[in-house]
């Protein structure tokens, strides 16, 4: 009985130590993107960066600078990008009006994170956010024509 349980632990063991710890038929788990609180800014530091929706085509994402109150007081934009297939980048952001910087998506949903740094030293996450595809509307061909 003993020797049994031993033949038996180290063949899980061998499994495990293979990769093969998922049962057959079971869903595997797919990269879960989720967002978290942003900072508040104060009135008179207030600035705006935009996220757009993926292009429907490329899959790009563009997030721009448009200025705000606070815009002289910006030292540093930064843009962390992850995508819904794994892939991640950061990109500077230049905090000048209609600045933009681009992104490579993927297929499923991607994440947005920006952080602002101000000359005083403050930095704040102005935007965290999941980013779908822009769907396309359909061609409208008026009846008659």
Known sequence: M?????VIL???????????NSLPGQPVAKNTL???????VPMESGVTVSVAEKDPIYKTLDVTFAG???QVQVK???V???GGDGTSGTKKL??????????????????????VTYYNGNRYKVIDKLVGTRTREPSFTPSGA
């Open 2 to 6: 003993k020797s049994i349980f031993i």
């Open 10 to 20: 180290l063949i899980g063991a061998f499994m495990l130590s293979a990769g093969c």
């Open 34 to 40: 989720t967002t978290s609180p942003t900072d508040a």
């Open 68 to 70: 705000g109150n606070g």
């Open 76 to 78: 540093d934009i930064e």
């Open 80 to 82: 962390l990008f992850t």
């Open 94 to 115: 230049n905090p000048v009006k209609g600045e933009a910087v681009t992104f490579q998506g993927s297929n499923e949903t991607d994440k947005v994170v920006v952080y």
